[in-house]
């Protein structure tokens, strides 16, 4: 045993001496030699004061600013509108006024037929005899009512229009108003049909039009129109033919419907033409006459009158009784153009005291009746005090109904009291004649509506 001890340690002692001192870890784990790599990294630079550029949003519409005050903003607009609608309004008649070769050697008839048949209209227009006669009345006859016709429907056709495109009806109807009224909103028939559209007061209040002292709707522009789209709907539904419905708009359609039934199978306003009364056979007729003249007048050379009319309107609320004169004093806007402009107030006052009601302003006014309004009201004690006695209200009223006649060549007041169904004492009276004794040109006081002409 001792000879194996001295043999091992004499065998460490020689490894040791050549491959050096060597640790024996007897009670501990191996430990694992790792390689160590060094990796050179790149220098990174970084820059802190690198100035950003952000994109600016664009100003939201709202938040625009601009230096233009209501009043000014309201006048620009009326301006726009004014030339936006008569340049709408001359353009109608561009494609009725080129001077076509072919129509210089018409005659008069093939004329008038080939620029009707030029007239593409959901509404018939043949030509006829009786149609010419009815052109020619109102080109050559010097009482026609055409020049101011052409005047007044710089204002009122766009009315009438936009009135006629939201119930669905042909524009061409538009013409229908100057056949019952020749653009006259207050004017009366002899049998009692009055505004535009010539509703009787039967009519009228079916239609849902207000009609009493103060206040008829029959005259109220856009009111009026409606009552009217709505009963040509009614028309042209029942006969299903536009030169019915436009007959049956002057008879009433009992008397159509009995035309028909009498005529023994007639489907068309041509077949009962006979059948009916003298002013329902030229009704139609003349309503094609109105769309022939409207469209060609320039051909034939008529020019219309230099007619003062707010062509730019818009109506504002009113809620309590108001006169006209209020709002003429504080605005600085004649009363004679909010008379013409809201021609159903028959005594110029305004009767809102238990419902609302609308006031057609010319628009460059708008902003500043509303900036005004406290100042309007506070008017009312001063302007309608002379109409709380029922005596001003009477005279107020007959003065309503009534307008000013010009004396022409040839009349008398038997004349013009015949004319106006009235009496020659009436009109001495209104006018405070002394004699019998009138000359042209003289301006006459009519206290009933006017007729139609």
């Known amino acids: 045993m001792k000879k194996l001890t001295i043999v091992l340690l004499a065998t460490l002692s020689f490894i040791t001496s050549v491959a050096g001192p060597i640790r024996l870890n007897i009670f501990k784990k191996k430990t694992v030699t790792q390689k160590v790599v060094t990796v050179y990294d790149t220098v990174r630079v970084v820059v802190t ?155 009228g209040k079916n239609l849902g039009l207000e009609i009493n002292s103060l206040v008829d709707e029959r005259c109220d522009i856009v009111l009026s129109t409606r009552a009217a789209c709505k009963y040509l709907k009614y028309l042209y539904n029942t006969f299903g033919d536009w030169a019915l419905a436009l007959a049956a708009y002057n008879a009433g359609p009992g008397r159509i419907s009995r035309a028909l039934a009498r005529s023994g199978g007639a489907k068309t306003y041509w077949d009962i033409y006979y059948d009916l009364n003298a002013e329902t056979r030229g009704y139609v007729p003349k309503y094609i006459a109105a769309s022939y003249v409207y469209a060609y007048h320039k051909q034939h050379n008529v020019s219309p009158e230099n007619t003062p009319l707010c062509v ?67 008017k009312d004690s001063l302007f309608l005090k002379e109409y709380i006695n029922p005596a001003n209200l009477d005279k107020k009223r007959a003065e309503g109904l009534g307008y000013t006649y ?24 209104w006018n405070k004649l002394k004699s019998t004794v009138i000359r042209p040109g003289q301006k006459l006081r009519i206290n009933r509506p006017k007729p139609r002409s």
């Not at 009326?78 to 210089?104: G, K, P, R």
């Not at 020049?147 to 936009?162: C, D, G, T």
């Not at 010009?406 to 009276?429: F, P, Q």
Request: hydrophobic share 35%.
């Open 49 to 203: 004061d690198t100035i950003r550029v952000e994109p600016k949003a664009a100003p939201r519409i709202d938040t625009l600013c601009h230096t233009l005050t209501p009043t000014q903003i309201d006048s620009l607009l009326h301006i726009w509108q004014t030339m936006s609608t008569t340049e709408s309004h001359n353009s109608y008649f561009e494609q009725y006024s080129a001077n076509l070769d072919e129509e210089c050697n018409l005659p008069k008839d093939s004329l008038y037929k080939k620029r009707l048949q030029d007239m593409v209209s959901p509404v018939h227009l043949p030509y006829n005899s009786v149609v010419r006669q009815y052109i020619d009345y109102y080109l050559e006859n010097k009482w026609s009512p055409l020049s101011r016709v052409l005047a007044l429907s710089k204002f009122y056709f766009p009315i009438f229009e936009q009135e006629l495109i939201n119930a669905g009806l042909p524009v061409e109807l538009r013409t229908l108003a100057i056949i019952e009224s020749n653009l006259n909103p207050t004017i009366g028939s002899r049998v009692g049909a009055v505004g535009l559209w010539q509703f009787m007061p039967t009519t």
């Open 406 to 429: 010009t004396v022409r060549s040839g009349d008398n007041l038997g004349s013009i009291a015949k004319r106006n169904r009235c009496s020659v004492k009436e009109i001495m009276r």
């Open 312 to 378: 730019a309107s818009d109506t504002v609320t009113i809620h309590r009784t108001m006169h006209l004169g209020q709002v003429a004093s504080t605005l600085g806007i004649p009363i004679e153009t909010l008379k013409i402009l809201n021609p159903q107030y028959k005594i110029d006052i305004i009767p809102a005291a238990r419902k609302p009601y609308s006031l057609r302003l010319p628009t460059q006014y708008i902003s500043e009746f509303i900036a005004q309004q406290d100042v309007i009201y506070s």
